[in-house]
């Protein structure tokens, strides 16, 4: 709710173009790139097109790209693995991936949401 809140400047309960213009020249954005992004947000967000996003469809879009950024980067962290693009990692590639140095590369999110997705989160009271 707090970023919702953050973003709507006029306080109405809608997310207009211009709040949205507003909250991504705060960023420090420069205005055709935020105007680029705003419009793509806009596109995704604004399911019933009333030229507005309220708050249940900000809550949505939220969700959707944080779904969309876990998958995109499960993908990226498989396909480096699959050398040969053949959909599974097997004991060769497995073992290039060890002596090539390539974990050096690899972003930290990507190995947590990898993990994440194989073992699940530690429950509570667990050690990580
Ligand atoms: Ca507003």
New binding site residues.
Partial sequence: MDQFLSI?????????H??LIKAYSKTGKDPSEAEEIVRTIMKHADKSSSG?INYSEFVTASISKRKFFSEERLQLAFKLFDKENKGHIGVKELKQIFNSGVFQNIDEGIWETLIDSVVGKPKEGEEA
Avoid: E, Q, R
């Fill in positions: 709507d400047s006029d306080g109405d309960g809608k997310l207009t211009d709040d507005f």
